[in-house]
Structure formats: C-alpha cells, structure tokens
C-alpha cells in the first residue's frame, strides 16, 4: 500500500521543540520531492518547507518566508523517511502537520491558495498543539 504516516505531535509548550516524522511505505521516497505542510485552526493550508529528490548528500531545501529561520526539514531515504523539526515553538505554531509527496504550486508558495491535492501523495497529519 503507498502511503505516508506522520508522528510525533503532541502538546507541548511555548518554547519546546518538536520533531515530526513522515514515514512512507510502498513507493520509492528518494525519487519523490517531499513537503510539509500545516493547517492552524480556522485558516487554510499552508506550505512549510520542501526538500529534493535525488538521493543528494546535501538535497536542496526551501522553506516558506514566515518559517525560513525556525524549521529544519531532513530526509533518510534508507530509512524512507522525512523529517521536520523546530525549536522555540509558540502558539502560532499549533497546526495539523502533514507529510506530502510533491513540490507546492505556485500558488501555493504565494500563500493565496494551498490544497492537499496539490500533491501526488498526503497522509493523515499530526496534531501540534503549543499551549501558552
């Protein structure tokens, strides 16, 4: 079965950390681009970070402007799974967190309109939730 399963959500509190996992089974994930992306309560989705395909060292990276500073995404395609860490959390990063196969639209990048669909491949997401 092809799919992606995210982990480590959880209630944490301002200032903590987390380290969100992506783990994907029945495709080859070091051919796909992968992303990461969220939906805080009451707004749409929005791209986090994307990282490149290819097997790379060092593959190329891209975060959203809002995020460039404070998330960190890395992939382990031997052990087919991706990624996604932060430190200082604060309550605006309270998000249903998912894993997804692809690269962002255009418009998505832009931040006027992002959906799941977009990509080839999502899973069911992972609750962040940072209490103040």
């Known amino acids: 079965e092809v799919r992606l399963v995210e982990s480590g959500g959880g209630l944490v509190q301002r200032g903590g950390s987390l380290r969100l996992t992506c783990e994907a089974s029945g495709f080859t994930i070091s051919r796909c681009d992968m992303s990461w992306v969220r939906q805080a309560p009451g707004k749409g989705l929005e791209w986090v970070s994307s990282i490149g395909s290819g097997g790379q060292a060092q593959p190329g990276v891209s975060y959203a402007a809002s995020v460039m500073v404070s998330f960190a995404i890395s992939r382990d395609n031997a052990e087919h799974t991706l990624t996604l860490e932060k430190n200082s959390l604060t309550p605006e990063d309270t998000a249903l967190y998912y894993c997804?196969?692809?690269?962002?639209?255009?418009?998505?990048?832009?931040?006027?309109?992002?959906?799941?669909?977009?990509?080839?491949?999502w899973g069911r997401g992972t609750q962040v939730t940072v209490s103040s």
């Open positions: 997804a196969a692809g690269l962002p639209t255009p418009s998505c990048l832009a931040g006027s309109a992002c959906f799941l669909t977009d990509f080839g491949l």
